[in-house]
């Protein structure tokens, strides 16, 4: 999501410190309207994953001057704001780049996890808290994040994880994503029990959406929340146009999967202004 960011979605009236009300920009009213989009696609979801970076925090490489406050609990309140607007039955989160969502090493992402009531677990050698029996209090002994996630849903086994290879060329952004995938075969009996596989592979980071398919497996990267900012456009304007949008992933009772690709086409996608000499100069 990298709520935070100029170039990322916020509300419309994105609140700071000290209870100033920021105005829509453009961009951002676009953003917005985006996820409104998406959101109504899948509003209800039974497990809504965020796979890292809810927020981009301070940027202090770039001094703080592509994020609308540097302040981290503006941008977890905006972007708590915009979670809330699905009606989830559970939740889970995963953490992303150290650079965006750390004060030295506190991960914030807990933050946020925990204020939206995800399942806490462990990613390595970890269990999630059960739902107490009697009420939705969870005797929580873990922790809210973890770098990945496993988890069975309908019968099928997921790995989610952030981080995953970026390629700048369309050509070979299948190539970490089908690494991931076939690697998985040799990880049986150590990543997940002997005799079983993985169904679903989820990555992000990469801002791109990519599919590979395997024989009962499915691998993605999700799309995202935020333009090209400084550090994407260092090597140039190629390959840094993103993909905007929301994943659902639906597993029906006779284990069929399907997967729906809500990602925002060319006739709402966020363009940069284009300057007309000819009209200036006639």
Not at 134 to 158: C, H, M, P, S
Not at 180 to 185: D, F, L, P, R, S
Not at 213 to 220: A, L, P, T, V
Request: charged share 25%; glycine share 8%; hydrophobic share 35%.
């Amino acid at each position: 999501m990298h709520v935070g960011s100029i170039y990322a979605v916020r509300t419309p009236n994105a609140v700071l410190g000290d209870n100033t009300e920021l105005q829509p920009t453009k961009l951002s009213q676009q953003l917005y309207d985006n996820w409104c989009y998406c959101r109504d696609k899948c509003p209800k979801p039974d497990l809504l994953v965020l796979n890292g970076e809810p927020i981009d925090g301070s940027n202090k490489k770039s001094v703080s001057s592509e994020v609308w406050t540097p302040r981290v609990k503006d941008q977890l309140n905006d972007a708590e704001k915009l979670i809330r607007m699905y009606k989830w039955r559970e939740m889970v989160m995963t953490r992303g780049s150290r650079y965006h969502v750390t004060v030295d090493n506190t991960y914030h992402e807990e933050f946020l996890a925990e204020k939206l009531n995800c399942i806490p677990y462990e990613g390595l050698f970890g269990k999630a808290q059960e739902i107490n029996s009697t009420n939705r209090d969870r005797e929580v002994t873990a922790q809210y994040t973890d770098f990945y996630i496993w988890f069975i849903l309908g019968g099928k086994r997921f790995s989610v994880c952030h981080h995953v290879g970026y390629n700048k060329t369309e050509l070979y952004r299948t190539t970490a994503l089908g690494r991931e995938g076939a690697t998985m075969i040799f990880a049986e009996g150590r990543w997940f029990p002997k005799g079983e596989k993985v169904n679903i592979i989820v990555r992000s980071h990469v801002h791109y959406y990519v599919q590979v398919r395997y024989r009962d497996q499915i691998s993605f990267t999700t799309p995202c929340w935020k333009m090209p900012d400084e550090f994407m456009l260092r090597r140039g304007i190629g390959g840094t146009a993103v993909d905007i949008g929301t994943i659902e992933l639906i597993v029906e009772p006779n284990g069929q999967t399907i997967v729906n690709e809500y990602i925002i086409g060319s006739d709402n996608y966020p363009r940069p202004q284009e300057i007309n000499f000819d009209k200036i100069l006639k």
